[in-house]
Structures are given as C-alpha cells and as structure tokens.
C-alpha cells in the first residue's frame, strides 16, 4: 500500500459546503487525525482508525499523521474551514521541515475548503468586496506587540480586517484591546460583524458599529470582521441588514 | 412561482471543488447570468436560460439578475473562485443599493466558493499559514496611488500579500511597478508565486524570489502571491518545493 497525506478543510460546519474532492479523500482514508470536534464530523466506518487530539497539539499531531502516511497508511488530517488559514497545513510543513528528510518525497496535498472568513461574508452580504486582511488575534505563537502592528498597519491601509481566535478564556483582555486601537485609527462608525458558528444550527450574526463594540459578544467559535471606510449597511424590512464593501474606492487617478 | 437570487462561486475550475451547495443551486435555476466563460461552465438544459456578458459589466449583469428574480426567476450568478472576493457578490449588493427598494427584500443569498488565492495556496503548500492580505491590483476602480500606499503597508506589517488581477493588456505596467515598490521595502529573498489557471488542465505555477520576478510571468489567469519575511521552501527531490509560511512570528512577549 502507498501512504499518503491529505490536509483537508471540512468548511465552517453544513455537509453542502464540504467540496467533493474532500469527501472522496476522506472515503479513501486509513486514518483520519485531528482535533477532536473536527474528527468527530468525519463518521466512524469498518476500517478507519480516528485519532482525536487536544487543540494546543498541532506539531505532535502532524508527526503522527507523517509517520502514519510513511508506513503505508491513507491519512487525512482533519481542519475546519479552509486548511491553509491559521489551521493545520502550516503546522504539517512544519513538521516536514524539521523532521525525517524522507517525509519530503511523501505524497503531501492540501485539499482547500470553505474559510470561515468567507463563509461569515456570505452569510451577510459582500463585506470583503474590497482589499481586505486576515489576522490571527492569538498570541500565543506570536509577540502582542506585532498583532498591534499590524492591526494599526491594516487599518491605515483602510483594509477590512477580519480576526481570527479573537477571544478564548487564556486570552480574554486581546479583542477589547483591538477595539480600542482601532478606534484611535478609524471612524467609529465602520461596521463590525460578529459572525459565531457560521452554517450551524447555532448560527449567530450581529452587526454593530466599531463604537459600540464589545469583546463580551464574541467567543472561541466567532469570526469578528470590521469593515473599511467604505463598507454600507442596506436596511431591509425584513431581518439583518445587508453588508457590503464597494469594488471602488476613490476616483480613479 | 416566487423568485430568488443566488450567487454562487464556482471555484477556480476543477469540478472536484464545487460545493454541493452550488451544486444544488444551478440545478434549481431556471436563469444563469455571469460573464460568459463562467457561464459556459453551467451545462446546457431545458427549462435554463444563460445570460452571457462581458467582462466590464457587472453593474448591468447584476441589474439583470434583480430584474430577474424580481420577475419570480430563480436565478444564479455565477463568479469563479468564492464570489464575495473581488466578484459579482459586490456589484449585486452596489446595485441593490442604489436601484429599486423592492430589491433589497428579494431573497438573496451568497454562496461560498474556493478561492483563487486558497486554492493556489493549497497546491503548493501552505503560504498563507499567517496573516496575510488581499489586494485586487486593478487600478480601474481606484486610484493607483492607493494601491502603492497598501502595498508599502502590508509590506511594513509582514503579510503575506495575494494579488488578484496583477496584469492584462489594458494594465501592463502596474505588477512590475508593484515588484519594484515591494523591493524597496522587504528582503529580495522573499519567495514569489505565479499561480496561473489553478485546478484546470493548463495549471502552471513557478516559485521565484522577490529579486527575480517579473512581471512578464503573470496573465489575466494568474494570481500572485508575495511571502512574507517568514516564508519558507522546503525543496523536494521530485518536484517543486513546498512553500508554507510558519504559524508562528517571534518569541512571545
């Protein structure tokens, strides 16, 4: 048998925004590796092993999936959304990088899926219709000092900025923080979105102003996107209002 | 019959990445409009009508679709890559604003689609594994000089930068000049991908560095993507190197 990696994003949480090629890969895998709520979404079946891992365990995690796909076995490592964003395509070339030479010449593939940052837009309208960033708010692997960086950097651009692990309960002060910066760099009236579970049962989205923003409404599970100067809200009679960024900024020079 | 309004993303190409959800929603459509190579992409069938146009249109093209699913049309726009990105999702949400009020209770709904940018990213590794940007490089909608600004701040804050439509024939100067600017702020060494035509049968891509590229490697189906000072290859005996950017930035402060 000839072993192979697959790094598989499985969407924000609805079965309709899992791609195909996902869904072949995971029908064809030995084993399926990766932080426990994301492997309980692949079902169990006669022949496929599941390996469920802590949340902080990315590196060991991506060792077992190597070592597992060099002895032969069919492996996907499991990621929600999209794995190259903050998940664990990266965590797996790192692994690569530092470990047995040999996993270089594996048969390694990332299979993309739906991001949550763009399945929060869609949800709402076209916040991200123009220049836009994404930013991991965790410190965790990253100085506090560059998360504030590039948060005062993005907003000088007029980029729309969307955070990713905003809040967690060993990070609870870093959103507000971020409010509050950005409300030294921009207009307090740009809308913010507060987008949690996106495509689940539980779905919840909210859009405030970047004045009346408040860390409290966000969680482990929320998506926080804060418009540009020029993102609009459209009212409409019936329910949220719509949220968009025009594709032009300016009259052309 | 009661109308409705989807616009779906068709992903980069390959079928293999169309979600069930779009999937399901050209199947319900009795009206596809896009410009037309997208269109072309939606098979021929009774009961469907294919609205094709030209690339410039996208303010007639989405009145289009509203007069449609005014008239109780089930219709889809279709972009390629995710539509809120750089696509048709905007233009929809422009026209809605500034066209019939009844329009804006019209149930209109986004549908995610894999991107251009995730799914380059996805074929050679994991680049955009930290914080990253996205900047459409088209000067038709705004001026050039915002454009500069935004790439001397995503390079003075470390993203790694995607650039959508870096060239065509009415645009043949703007990603040499972009090069040259990026050179001006950030190491040479960095690594440049030219990704062109992702998922088709006419993929290409090439891995360079900031101090060799040049523009002459991007078309109208290439999407460019600039590592950030912490991007690395891993090279390979059988093929191109991966290239991933690590999660982490520093020593935690």
Redesign the interface.
Known sequence: MTGWLAIAGL?PG????????VT?ALAEATDIVGYAPYVARVPERPGLTRHRSDNRE?IDRAGLALRLAAEGRRVVVVSSG??????M??????A??AGDPAW??LD????????AM??A???I????????????LS????????VE??LR??A????VIALYNPLSSARPWQLGRAFELLREEISGSVPVVFARAVSDATETIETVTLRDAVAGRADMRTLVLIGSSRT?L?????GQP?V??????????
């Open positions: 969407g609805a079965a309709q925004l899992v791609t195909p090629e072949a990315e999209d794995p190259g964003v903050f998940a395509a990266a965590a797996v070339f790192e690569v990088d270089r010449d390694i593939r990332v299979l993309p899926g739906i991001s763009f399945a837009a869609a949800r309208g076209a916040p991200l219709g123009h220049d836009f960033c994404a930013i991991n410190d965790n692997l990253k100085p506090w000092g560059l960086r590039r950097l993005a000088q651009a007029d980029f609009r459209i009212a409409r009679a019936g719509f968009y960024t025009p594709r032009s900024a300016g009259v052309p020079s």
